[in-house]
């Protein structure tokens, strides 16, 4: 059963000629509608997330800041991340979509949620939007499941490093924050050696991997680094930060996953729930429209038994030593920040 919270952005939040656009959304649902779920759909209409959601991750002083530039009718936080004169209202609807996800799963005891929501929120730290994200999405979810004393896994398999997640739970070792992004690449964080702070040493994973990687370069990254991470951390729930710029087609990057790919991420991040009903997806990056409709039907039909989709999983690129690599730095780092 698929838990749809949303769609939120699908008219709201337009930045005409923007990558990030209101077609996204539409894309996704198309992916959906591909799947014909009948009765295993079951759409939720979210509410906005409240200023106690919001400033559970965010400040006031940056909430503030935020929904007085849309009331003025809009603006740039920066050359990439534009607001609008609706764009407050989505980002609490967008925020408040994982919110309701959640709440539907626990009623239910199973299925699998998807936050379709936009803007996207990875990026967005807690004094400012940037990368296209306004507000952190999956932060706010994952800070309202630690306000119920709950322990929480975040995968974020979107192709850029989602620097706002991490910064935002740097300190919380109620949170395992596992990110496979390429390297180099925007924002320019997400080395190996940033496991997290003083008070949670190890609970950042970070995995970057070079520019062509295949799906079986990050099929291994989960198997032999993600995996013991996530035993040993033993999650109550699994968010995942499901960005879909790291397929070949995409054009703001250049990994080179196909839909197929996703579909393995997906059955292999699931596995780590320790119960039904306890994995979230939210939509973050993918920029090629067809892509995204493929990999999302791909991503959702892996995770409740439909046919994966036309694509083939990918193999031979580069990689697999990057892997190796990250993985041993970061236990190095882990090390020495014990014996600091």
């Known amino acids: 059963m698929l838990i749809l919270a949303g769609p939120v952005g699908e008219t709201e939040h337009d930045g005409g000629a923007h990558p990030e656009c209101p077609a996204r959304i539409t894309a996704v649902m198309q992916g959906v509608a591909d799947l014909h779920l009948g009765s295993d759909l079951v759409a939720v209409d979210p509410g906005p997330a409240s200023r106690e959601d919001l400033a559970r991750v965010h400040s006031t002083r940056y909430l ?88 929480v896994l975040i995968v974020d398999w979107d192709v850029h490093h989602g620097n706002g997640t991490q910064e935002l739970f740097w300190d919380e070792d109620a949170v395992l924050y596992v990110s496979t992004h390429q390297w180099p690449l925007y924002p320019g964080t997400g080395k190996p050696t940033e496991v997290g702070g003083a008070g949670a040493i190890g609970t950042t994973l970070n995995i970057p991997v070079p520019p062509g990687a295949t799906g079986d370069v990050l099929r291994r990254a989960f198997d032999d680094v993600v995996a013991p991470a996530v035993a040993e951390f033993a999650p109550d729930w699994v968010l ?87 993985a041993a730095v970061h236990r190095r780092a882990v090390s020495a920040a014990l014996g600091a």
Request: aromatic fraction near 6%.
């Open 240 to 326: 995942v930060s499901c960005g879909f710029d790291a397929h070949r087609a995409d054009p703001l990057a250049e990994l080179a996953l196909s839909s197929a790919d996703f579909a393995t991420l997906a059955r292999t991040v699931s596995s780590y729930a320790p119960a039904a009903g306890r994995v979230v997806l939210f939509l973050e990056g993918g920029y090629d429209l067809r892509a995204v409709r493929r990999s999302t039907a791909a991503t959702i039909g892996a995770l409740l038994g439909e046919p994966v989709g036309p694509e083939e999983a990918t193999f031979g690129g580069p990689g697999a030593e990057a892997v190796r690599a990250a």
């Open 64 to 151: 503030d800041e935020l929904e007085s530039c849309a009331r003025r009718g809009g603006g740039s936080l920066d050359p990439d991340t534009y607001v609008t004169g609706t764009s407050w209202d989505a980002a609490c609807r967008a925020a408040g979509a994982g919110l309701g996800a959640i709440a539907e799963l626990r009623a239910r005891g199973e299925g699998i949620g998807f936050a379709v929501a936009r803007p996207p929120g990875h990026h967005a730290e807690r004094e400012r939007g940037m990368g296209f994200c306004l507000v952190n999405n999956v932060a706010v979810a994952a800070a309202s499941l630690l306000a119920a004393r709950e322990r």
